[in-house]
C-alpha cells in the first residue's frame, strides 16, 4: 500500500535520511522503532511531503506521490496524527472532529463522528468541550479520531503513547489493533518499542537514517540486539 | 525600604527628565531667529510638585498599594459567574436587534453633526469586521490594511473622475479591486508569520500611500481627487441642482422642500445597511467550513496541514475577504468626503483599526463593534479637552486593557452546558 524506495531527505545541507526502503501492506500494522533523532519523524514528514525527499520515491496505492503537494497527499486517503497531538485547543471537540472530516459531505462527516464516538466514548462526553481542557490522554484520542475522519485506508501515528500514563497507553493501543480488524492500514512510529512491536505484525528499527533491522514484531521482540538496545535488556 | 528609596529616587528623577524639557521650556520667534525661554514659574512648581508625588508614591507604594486592594471591587463585573449561554445568546440578539433598530431611527432625531459622525463608525465597523477575519479568526497580524481601504477609495475616485462611474457601480468595482489587491499581497507573505508578516504588511501599506501621493498624473498626488459624486437612489440625486443629465432631484420627486440634511441621512442609511450585509456575511462564514479553516490554521499550522488544508488558500482567502470589505469601507468614505487624498490612508488609521479589533476582543463580532463605536466617539467626545484629547484617548485604552485584557466582548463559542454535579 505504501512503499518507499531508497528515499533521501535533507534539511538544507544535512542528509537525515541516507537511503530508506519501508514497505507498509494493506491490512497491516507496521512498527518503525528507533531512538531519538534517529529520523523516524523525518521518515513520517517525508512521506507527507514536508520536506519532500531529495531522490528516491514514494508510492502510495499505486501513485507516485513524492513530488506531490502536502495538502494533496492527505487528501489522497492517508491520515496522520501528527507527534504531540496537536488538536486545536481552542476549538471543540466537535468542531476538531469536523476539521477532520473537512473535505467530505455533511452526511459522511456525521457518520464518521458516530463511528469515532463509538470507537471513543469519552469523546461523545466531552463533545462541546474546547480540546485544550482536555487530559493528555483525551487529546490523544481526539487526534486519532480526527485522523479517522477522513475514512483514510492508512492512518500514520507518530509516538501516540508520549507523555501518556501507562493505563492510557494501553487503551490507545487497543484502539490501535481495532482499526486494524476494520481494515484500516497502520503505520506506527514509536519510541515504546515494546508495546509497538507487541501489536505490531512487522517492525523496522531506523538507525541514524538507516533500517538497521526488518522482521516480523515477534521476532524483533526476541531479537538480542533489539533487546539489549531499545528493550532495556 | 533602601530598595524603595532607590527606585523612587529613580522614578522621581525619570518624570524631571521626562517633563521638564518638554513643559519647562518655551520657543519664542524673535524676529528672524528663535529663542529657548523658561516659562513661568507656575509651570516649574507644577513639575516639581508632580515629581514629590511621583517620589512619595513610590516610597510608599507597596503600603498605598496594600490599602487600595482593600477597598470593595471598583468593578462590579469582575467576579460575577458567566451568564448562562442560552441567555447569552438571547441577550445577543435582542441587543443587535435594538442596536439596528435604533440605527435606523437614529438620523431622524439626531443632528446633522452627530449621524455624520455615525456614518463614520459604521464604516470603521465595516473596516474593524473586515481586520477581525484577518486578525481575528485567521490570526494574521496585517498592519497595512488600510491600503485596501485606500484602494477602495480611490478606486472609486478615479472611475468616477476619468469614466463618470456612478456610486452603484463602483461599489462592488472598488470592493473587488481592494480584494485582488490583498490576494496579490497575500502571495509573498504566506510563508510569513507573526512579527515577519506584520512587518511585510506594513510596507505594503506604506508602498500603497507613497505611490497614491507620487503618481501625480494619475491621482493627483497629495492634492488628492476632489468632486466625487454622491451616490443616487434609483437616478434621484440628493443635490439642489441635478447634475447629471437624465436624473432627476429627489426633493422634486417628492414634492418636499430642499434639505442639505437629505444626503447626509442617505448616505449613514446606505452605510448602515453595507455594514449590516458585512457583519451577517462575515457571520456566515465564520459558521462555514471557510471560518473553521482559518481557526484552525490559527491555532496550529502543523496539524490543519496534516488535515489537507492548503495553507495557501487558506490564508488567501482571509486577505482577500479582509480586503474585499475595506474596500466596500473605502468606497463609501470617498463617497462621503467627496475628496480624498493619501492623507486620510497613514499608518495611524491601520493602528486605529487593529486597536478597535484588540479592544473590542478578537474574533468576536459584537465586542468589534463595540468598540469601533466607544474609539471612534471617544475622541470626540473628548474635544473639549483640545489638546490633551489624545491624551485622554490613550489613558482610556491603557485602562480598558488593565480592566479586560481579553477585550471588551472576548470570542465565546456555543457550546452545551454540563449539569454540575451535586
Known amino acids: 500500500m505504501l512503499v518507499l524506495e531508497d528515499v533521501h531527505t535533507h534539511y538544507g545541507k544535512i542528509e537525515a535520511l541516507h537511503g530508506v526502503s519501508v514497505e507498509v501492506n494493506k491490512g497491516e500494522i507496521v512498527s518503525l522503532i528507533g531512538a531519538n533523532g534517529a529520523g523516524k519523524t523525518t521518515l513520517l514528514m517525508t512521506v507527507c511531503g514536508n520536506p519532500q525527499a531529495t531522490s528516491g520515491r514514494i508510492i502510495f496505492q499505486g501513485h507516485d506521490i513524492t513530488r506531490d503537494m502536502t495538502s494533496n497527499i492527505m487528501r489522497s486517503g492517508i491520515a496522520i496524527v501528527p507527534e504531540g ?28 463522528q458516530n463511528h469515532v464516538y463509538e470507537l471513543f466514548p469519552r469523546l461523545k462526553e466531552r463533545e462541546h468541550q474546547r480540546a485544550g481542557t482536555m487530559s493528555g490522554g483525551e487529546q490523544q484520542m481526539l487526534a486519532i479520531g480526527r485522523a479517522l475522519m477522513s475514512k483514510p485506508n492508512m492512518i500514520i501515528l507518530d509516538e501516540p503513547s508520549l507523555g501518556l500514563a501507562p493505563l492510557v497507553i494501553k487503551q490507545i493501543f487497543e484502539i490501535i489493533g481495532q482499526l486494524r480488524e476494520e481494515g484500516i492500514t497502520v503505520f506506527l512510529v514509536e519510541q515504546n518499542a515494546h508495546q509497538a512491536l507487541n501489536l505490531a505484525d512487522r517492525g523496522y528499527v531506523l538507525e541514524t537514517g538507516r533500517i538497521r533491522l526488518h522482521d516480523t514484531g515477534k521476532n524483533l521482540l526476541s531479537n538480542p540486539d533489539v533487546q539489549n538496545a531499545y528493550l532495556g535488556g | 525600604m533602601t530598595a524603595n528609596l532607590k527606585h523612587a529616587l529613580f522614578c522621581a528623577f525619570i518624570t524631571l527628565i521626562i517633563s521638564y524639557p518638554i513643559l519647562g521650556f518655551d520657543l519664542k520667534g524673535r524676529g528672524t531667529s528663535v529663542a529657548l ?3 513661568d514659574i507656575s509651570t516649574s512648581i507644577g513639575v516639581l510638585l508632580a515629581v514629590v508625588i511621583v517620589f ?40 443587535l436587534t435594538l442596536m439596528v433598530i435604533g440605527a435606523v431611527i437614529w438620523p431622524f432625531i439626531a443632528s446633522r453633526g452627530a449621524v455624520d459622525l455615525a456614518t463614520l ?29 485606500a484602494v477602495g477609495a480611490y478606486s472609486f475616485a478615479l472611475l468616477s473622475q476619468y469614466f463618470g462611474i456612478s456610486f452603484w457601480f463602483a461599489l462592488p468595482i472598488g470592493a473587488g479591486l481592494a480584494a485582488l489587491f490583498g490576494l496579490v499581497l497575500g502571495f509573498p507573505v504566506l510563508r510569513l508569520r507573526g512579527d515577519y508578516l506584520a512587518i511585510v504588511t506594513l510596507g505594503f501599506g506604506e508602498i500603497i500611500r507613497i505611490l497614491l501621493n507620487n503618481m501625480t498624473s494619475l491621482t493627483g498626488g497629495p492634492n488628492g481627487i476632489g468632486g466625487i459624486p454622491d451616490p443616487t437612489l434609483f437616478g434621484m440625486e440628493f443635490s439642489r441642482l441635478i447634475k ?90 470617498a463617497s462621503k468626503q467627496g475628496f480624498i487624498s493619501p492623507e486620510s490612508f497613514v499608518f495611524l488609521e491601520s493602528a486605529i483599526i ?46 480598558m486593557m488593565v480592566w479586560r485584557p481579553q477585550g471588551l466582548m472576548p470570542m465565546r463559542r456555543i457550546h452545551i452546558e454540563l449539569k454540575r454535579q451535586e
Not at chain 2, 503600603?63 to 445577543?92: D, F, H, W
Not at chain 2, 481557526?295 to 496539524?303: S, V
Not at chain 2, 466617539?377 to 484617548?393: D, G, H, K, Q, T
Open chain 2, 121 to 149: 463608525v459604521l464604516i470603521y465597523i465595516m473596516l474593524a469586521l473586515g481586520l477581525n477575519v484577518v486578525v481575528g479568526l485567521a490570526g494574521l497580524l496585517d498592519l497595512g490594511y488600510v491600503a485596501f481601504y
Open chain 2, 37 to 39: 525661554e523658561g516659562v
Open chain 1, 85 to 112: 497531538r496537536r488538536v486545536f485547543s481552542g476549538l471543540t471537540v466537535e468542531e476538531n472532529l469536523h476539521m477532520g472530516g473537512f473535505f467530505n459531505t455533511k452526511a459522511e462527516i456525521r457518520k464518521s
Open chain 2, 354 to 399: 487593529l486597536a478597535i479589533v484588540v479592544l473590542g476582543g478578537m474574533g468576536s463580532q459584537m465586542g468589534v463593534i463595540l468598540a469601533a463605536i466607544a474609539v471612534t466617539i471617544l475622541p470626540e467626545l473628548a474635544r473639549e479637552f483640545s489638546e490633551y484629547r489624545m491624551l485622554i484617548f490613550g489613558a482610556a485604552m491603557v485602562l
Open chain 2, 244 to 333: 447629471e443629465e437624465g436624473n432627476t432631484s429627489f426633493h422634486e420627486t417628492f414634492g418636499i422642500a430642499y434639505s442639505g440634511e437629505h444626503k447626509v441621512i442617505f448616505l449613514y442609511l446606505i452605510a448602515l445597511v453595507l455594514a449590516v450585509i458585512t457583519a451577517v456575511a462575515i457571520r456566515r462564514l465564520m459558521r462555514m467550513p471557510v471560518g473553521r479553516a482559518w481557526e484552525a490554521l490559527r491555532e496550529d499550522e502543523i496539524a490543519a496541514k496534516s488535515l489537507g488544508l492548503s495553507r495557501t488558500a487558506v490564508k488567501l482567502s482571509a486577505f482577500t475577504i479582509g480586503a474585499f470589505f475595506a474596500g466596500f469601507a473605502g468606497t463609501v468614505f
Open chain 2, 56 to 95: 512619595v508614591f513610590q516610597l510608599y507604594r507597596d503600603t498605598i498599594m496594600g490599602s487600595v486592594r482593600q477597598l470593595p471591587a471598583i468593578n462590579p463585573l469582575a467576579n460575577r459567574e458567566p451568564m448562562e449561554q442560552s441567555k447569552r445568546l438571547k441577550l445577543e440578539s435582542i441587543l
